[in-house]
Protein backbone atom coordinates (compact mmCIF):
# COMPACT_ATOMS: atom_id res chain seq x y z
CA UNK A 1 0.00 0.00 0.00
CA UNK A 2 1.00 3.23 -0.94
CA UNK A 3 1.63 5.99 2.22
CA UNK A 4 3.97 8.61 0.37
CA UNK A 5 3.21 11.29 -2.23
CA UNK A 6 -0.93 11.00 -1.69
CA UNK A 7 -3.00 14.34 -1.42
CA UNK A 8 -5.00 13.52 1.90
CA UNK A 9 -8.50 15.48 3.12
CA UNK A 10 -8.57 15.36 7.12
CA UNK A 11 -11.62 16.39 8.62
CA UNK A 12 -11.43 18.38 12.38
CA UNK A 13 -7.84 18.74 11.49
CA UNK A 14 -6.81 22.14 13.42
CA UNK A 15 -5.87 20.27 16.77
CA UNK A 16 -6.08 16.65 18.18
CA UNK A 17 -6.16 13.69 16.63
CA UNK A 18 -7.03 15.40 13.29
CA UNK A 19 -3.67 17.61 13.75
CA UNK A 20 -1.27 14.68 15.07
CA UNK A 21 -2.58 11.89 11.85
CA UNK A 22 -2.08 14.94 9.81
CA UNK A 23 2.04 15.57 10.79
CA UNK A 24 2.47 11.98 10.32
CA UNK A 25 1.17 11.70 6.83
CA UNK A 26 3.33 15.27 6.26
CA UNK A 27 6.47 13.33 8.16
CA UNK A 28 6.03 10.58 4.93
CA UNK A 29 5.80 12.83 2.01
CA UNK A 30 2.32 13.19 1.70
CA UNK A 31 0.11 16.53 0.41
CA UNK A 32 -2.05 17.47 3.71
CA UNK A 33 -5.15 19.44 3.67
CA UNK A 34 -7.25 19.98 7.03
CA UNK A 35 -10.41 21.67 7.49
CA UNK A 36 -12.24 22.43 10.27
CA UNK A 37 -14.92 25.58 11.76
CA UNK A 38 -12.52 27.79 13.53
CA UNK A 39 -10.69 29.38 11.01
CA UNK A 40 -8.17 31.60 13.73
CA UNK A 41 -7.46 27.70 14.81
CA UNK A 42 -6.74 26.61 11.00
CA UNK A 43 -4.35 29.29 10.61
CA UNK A 44 -2.60 28.45 13.29
CA UNK A 45 -1.89 25.55 12.11
CA UNK A 46 -1.05 27.21 9.00
CA UNK A 47 1.77 29.07 10.93
CA UNK A 48 3.17 26.16 12.86
CA UNK A 49 3.42 24.04 9.91
CA UNK A 50 3.60 26.39 6.42
CA UNK A 51 3.13 23.27 4.26
CA UNK A 52 -0.30 22.63 5.18
CA UNK A 53 -3.49 23.30 3.40
CA UNK A 54 -6.18 24.50 5.32
CA UNK A 55 -10.24 25.05 4.30
CA UNK A 56 -12.61 26.22 6.91
CA UNK A 57 -15.55 24.24 6.09
CA UNK A 58 -17.85 22.95 8.62
CA UNK A 59 -19.04 18.68 7.63
CA UNK A 60 -22.74 19.17 8.79
CA UNK A 61 -23.60 21.93 5.82
CA UNK A 62 -24.04 20.10 2.75
CA UNK A 63 -22.78 23.26 0.88
CA UNK A 64 -19.57 23.76 2.55
CA UNK A 65 -18.89 20.13 1.73
CA UNK A 66 -19.85 20.52 -2.06
CA UNK A 67 -17.94 23.77 -2.42
CA UNK A 68 -15.07 21.82 -0.72
CA UNK A 69 -15.24 19.26 -3.16
CA UNK A 70 -14.65 22.09 -5.78
CA UNK A 71 -12.19 23.43 -4.70
CA UNK A 72 -10.16 20.52 -3.91
CA UNK A 73 -11.09 19.02 -7.37
CA UNK A 74 -9.90 22.30 -9.16
CA UNK A 75 -6.44 23.38 -7.08
CA UNK A 76 -5.25 19.32 -6.06
CA UNK A 77 -7.13 17.48 -8.84
CA UNK A 78 -8.79 15.50 -5.92
CA UNK A 79 -7.53 13.61 -3.31
CA UNK A 80 -6.53 9.68 -2.69
CA UNK A 81 -7.31 9.54 1.13
CA UNK A 82 -9.95 10.68 2.84
CA UNK A 83 -9.86 10.84 6.81
CA UNK A 84 -13.36 11.37 8.65
CA UNK A 85 -12.24 12.57 11.72
CA UNK A 86 -14.22 15.45 13.28
CA UNK A 87 -16.55 14.77 16.58
CA UNK A 88 -17.53 16.23 19.77
CA UNK A 89 -17.94 14.38 22.61
CA UNK A 90 -21.41 15.51 25.31
CA UNK A 91 -21.57 14.46 28.83
CA UNK A 92 -24.92 13.74 29.84
CA UNK A 93 -27.39 12.30 31.97
CA UNK A 94 -30.57 11.34 29.67
CA UNK A 95 -32.56 11.08 32.54
CA UNK A 96 -32.40 14.89 33.16
CA UNK A 97 -35.56 16.56 31.46
CA UNK A 98 -33.44 19.46 30.63
CA UNK A 99 -30.93 18.47 28.51
CA UNK A 100 -30.63 20.11 25.38
CA UNK A 101 -32.20 18.02 22.48
CA UNK A 102 -30.26 20.02 19.85
CA UNK A 103 -27.11 19.55 21.15
CA UNK A 104 -27.63 15.56 20.77
CA UNK A 105 -28.93 15.73 18.08
CA UNK A 106 -25.75 18.18 16.67
CA UNK A 107 -23.83 15.38 18.23
CA UNK A 108 -25.50 12.72 15.70
CA UNK A 109 -24.92 15.40 12.80
CA UNK A 110 -21.24 15.22 13.28
CA UNK A 111 -20.16 11.93 14.40
CA UNK A 112 -22.35 10.11 11.76
CA UNK A 113 -23.97 11.63 9.11
CA UNK A 114 -21.06 13.70 8.34
CA UNK A 115 -18.64 10.81 7.69
CA UNK A 116 -21.47 9.72 5.13
CA UNK A 117 -21.83 13.04 3.17
CA UNK A 118 -18.08 13.53 3.34
CA UNK A 119 -17.60 10.02 1.66
CA UNK A 120 -20.60 10.80 -0.74
CA UNK A 121 -19.37 13.87 -2.02
CA UNK A 122 -15.64 12.72 -2.20
CA UNK A 123 -16.80 9.65 -3.71
CA UNK A 124 -15.77 10.22 -7.66
CA UNK A 125 -12.25 11.72 -6.75
CA UNK A 126 -11.52 8.70 -4.88
CA UNK A 127 -13.09 5.94 -7.60
CA UNK A 128 -10.39 7.78 -9.85
CA UNK A 129 -7.53 7.30 -7.23
CA UNK A 130 -4.71 4.61 -8.05
CA UNK A 131 -4.29 4.16 -3.97
CA UNK A 132 -7.48 5.26 -2.77
CA UNK A 133 -8.39 5.08 0.99
CA UNK A 134 -10.87 5.66 2.85
CA UNK A 135 -10.46 6.11 7.15
CA UNK A 136 -12.72 6.33 9.40
CA UNK A 137 -11.81 7.87 13.04
CA UNK A 138 -14.37 6.20 15.54
CA UNK A 139 -13.67 4.75 19.30
CA UNK A 140 -12.94 1.99 21.21
CA UNK A 141 -16.68 2.97 22.85
CA UNK A 142 -18.08 1.41 19.42
CA UNK A 143 -17.25 -1.95 21.11
CA UNK A 144 -18.12 -1.20 25.11
CA UNK A 145 -20.54 2.03 25.15
CA UNK A 146 -19.59 4.68 28.11
CA UNK A 147 -22.73 5.63 30.18
CA UNK A 148 -22.00 9.25 31.12
CA UNK A 149 -21.83 9.85 27.22
CA UNK A 150 -24.38 7.84 25.07
CA UNK A 151 -24.65 9.57 22.49
CA UNK A 152 -21.31 9.76 21.90
CA UNK A 153 -21.18 6.30 22.01
CA UNK A 154 -24.45 5.42 20.23
CA UNK A 155 -22.55 7.58 17.24
CA UNK A 156 -19.23 5.72 17.21
CA UNK A 157 -20.62 2.00 17.49
CA UNK A 158 -23.13 3.38 13.95
CA UNK A 159 -19.67 4.06 12.56
CA UNK A 160 -18.23 1.38 12.93
CA UNK A 161 -21.06 -0.88 12.04
CA UNK A 162 -21.36 1.30 8.70
CA UNK A 163 -17.24 1.00 7.96
CA UNK A 164 -17.40 -3.00 8.33
CA UNK A 165 -20.37 -2.73 6.25
CA UNK A 166 -19.19 -0.46 3.20
CA UNK A 167 -15.55 -1.89 3.57
CA UNK A 168 -16.87 -4.87 0.85
CA UNK A 169 -18.86 -2.86 -1.35
CA UNK A 170 -15.59 -0.38 -2.16
CA UNK A 171 -13.03 -2.51 -2.41
CA UNK A 172 -14.31 -3.71 -6.40
CA UNK A 173 -13.85 0.08 -6.85
CA UNK A 174 -9.99 -0.49 -5.41
CA UNK A 175 -11.15 1.70 -2.21
CA UNK A 176 -9.18 0.57 1.02
CA UNK A 177 -11.71 1.52 3.87
CA UNK A 178 -9.54 1.53 7.76
CA UNK A 179 -10.79 2.14 10.75
CA UNK A 180 -9.32 4.06 13.77
CA UNK A 181 -10.71 3.51 17.01
CA UNK A 182 -9.17 5.39 19.61
CA UNK A 183 -9.08 5.31 23.41
CA UNK A 184 -9.52 8.29 25.20
CA UNK A 185 -7.25 10.59 23.93
CA UNK A 186 -5.63 13.87 25.71
CA UNK A 187 -7.49 16.49 23.25
CA UNK A 188 -9.57 19.38 23.56
CA UNK A 189 -12.52 16.82 23.40
CA UNK A 190 -12.07 14.81 26.23
CA UNK A 191 -11.11 18.29 28.45
CA UNK A 192 -14.53 19.66 27.32
CA UNK A 193 -16.01 16.39 28.72
CA UNK A 194 -14.47 16.71 32.01
CA UNK A 195 -13.43 13.16 32.26
CA UNK A 196 -12.68 11.98 35.95
CA UNK A 197 -12.64 7.94 35.12
CA UNK A 198 -9.66 6.29 36.12
CA UNK A 199 -10.53 3.86 33.28
CA UNK A 200 -10.43 6.14 30.86
CA UNK A 201 -6.63 7.78 31.46
CA UNK A 202 -6.26 10.24 27.63
CA UNK A 203 -3.61 8.95 25.57
CA UNK A 204 -1.05 11.60 23.96
CA UNK A 205 -2.43 12.53 20.17
CA UNK A 206 1.15 11.92 19.34
CA UNK A 207 1.41 8.47 20.32
CA UNK A 208 -1.84 7.54 19.10
CA UNK A 209 -0.28 9.13 15.58
CA UNK A 210 2.37 6.67 16.04
CA UNK A 211 0.55 3.81 16.76
CA UNK A 212 -1.77 4.57 14.01
CA UNK A 213 0.87 5.13 11.81
CA UNK A 214 2.53 1.41 12.54
CA UNK A 215 -1.00 -0.50 11.81
CA UNK A 216 -1.67 1.61 9.10
CA UNK A 217 1.32 0.74 7.49
CA UNK A 218 0.88 -2.98 7.70
CA UNK A 219 -2.09 -3.36 5.97
CA UNK A 220 -4.48 -3.14 9.12
CA UNK A 221 -8.12 -2.22 8.71
CA UNK A 222 -8.84 -2.40 12.38
CA UNK A 223 -6.89 -0.36 14.32
CA UNK A 224 -6.76 -0.63 18.07
CA UNK A 225 -4.55 1.31 20.08
CA UNK A 226 -4.42 0.96 23.95
CA UNK A 227 -7.34 0.11 26.05
CA UNK A 228 -9.36 -0.36 22.46
CA UNK A 229 -7.93 -3.12 22.05
CA UNK A 230 -8.54 -4.21 25.64
CA UNK A 231 -12.27 -3.17 24.97
CA UNK A 232 -12.74 -5.19 21.95
CA UNK A 233 -11.43 -8.38 22.94
CA UNK A 234 -13.36 -8.18 26.94
CA UNK A 235 -16.67 -6.84 24.48
CA UNK A 236 -16.41 -10.50 23.34
CA UNK A 237 -15.36 -12.74 26.48
CA UNK A 238 -17.11 -11.09 29.28
CA UNK A 239 -19.33 -7.95 27.90
CA UNK A 240 -21.10 -7.26 30.95
CA UNK A 241 -18.20 -6.93 33.05
CA UNK A 242 -16.34 -4.74 30.80
CA UNK A 243 -19.51 -2.67 30.78
CA UNK A 244 -19.74 -2.41 34.66
CA UNK A 245 -16.13 -1.65 35.00
CA UNK A 246 -16.58 0.83 32.63
CA UNK A 247 -19.07 2.43 33.52
CA UNK A 248 -18.96 3.26 37.75
CA UNK A 249 -20.10 5.25 37.85
CA UNK A 250 -22.75 5.60 34.96
CA UNK A 251 -24.14 9.22 35.80
CA UNK A 252 -21.71 12.82 34.69
CA UNK A 253 -20.47 14.36 38.09
CA UNK A 254 -21.69 17.86 36.45
Do not use: C
Not at 56 to 71: F, G, R
Not at 130 to 141: E, F, P, Q, Y
Not at 203 to 222: H, I, Q
Not at 227 to 254: D, E, G, T, V
Amino acid sequence: MNQSKQKVLITGGGSGIGLSLAQKFMEHGNTVIVTGRNLAKLEKVKTDFPQIHIYQSDVTKEEDVKSLVDQIQTEFGGIDVLVNNAGIMLLLDTANENNDLQKQFEEIEINYHAPIRMLYYFLPQLKKSKSATLINVSSGLAYVPFAQAPVYSGTKAAVHLWTQAIRPQLKPHNIKVVELLPPVVDTKLSKDADLKDDNLKPMPPEKLAELFWKDYTNGKEEITPGLSKQLKLMSRLAPKFIFKQLNKPAIPNK
